[in-house]
């Protein structure tokens, strides 16, 4: 059974930085792809950052040169660095997971499997 969990939302002001972690648990091979999404209050869940087994980045154009995604494949995480933050990056991060074997690490909701709880990054 697989399970997401993020951590490290926060409240921060414009122009700061946060540093979202999502642990993975319920698998031990490292072949999946994973991404992260969010969602501000009345507005539809966005794709924000994916990464494939081998490392390869896709962002939102909205968070490039902003954000980073990364990978530790022995501890089974995720993270997001997130720089120059702007009060419309306020919202629910969640980070999902695709294992299928050609999964593709892009931001397409649809092609994410498992998700986290999420956790709430708020900029002023």
């Known amino acids: 059974h697989v399970q997401l969990v993020e951590s490290g939302g926060g409240s921060v002001q414009a122009g700061g930085s946060l540093r979202l972690s999502c642990a993975a648990s319920?698998?031990?091979?490292?072949?999946?792809?994973l991404g992260w999404f969010r969602q501000a209050p009345g507005k539809e869940r966005e794709g924000v950052a994916g990464?494939?087994?081998?490392?390869?980045?896709t962002y939102a154009s909205s968070v490039k040169d902003r954000f980073i995604i990364s990978q530790d494949n022995a501890e089974h995480t995720v993270y997001l660095q997130m720089s120059s933050l702007k009060p419309e990056d306020t919202a629910m991060y969640y980070c999902?997971?695709?294992?299928?074997?050609?999964?593709?690490?892009?931001?397409?909701?649809?092609?994410?499997?498992?998700w986290g709880q999420g956790t709430q990054v708020t900029v002023s």
């Open positions: 999902a997971a695709d294992r299928a074997i050609l999964c593709k690490g892009g931001i397409a909701m649809r092609d994410y499997t498992y």
């Open positions: 319920g698998y031990t091979d490292p072949s999946n792809c």
């Open positions: 990464i494939d087994k081998d490392g390869k980045t």
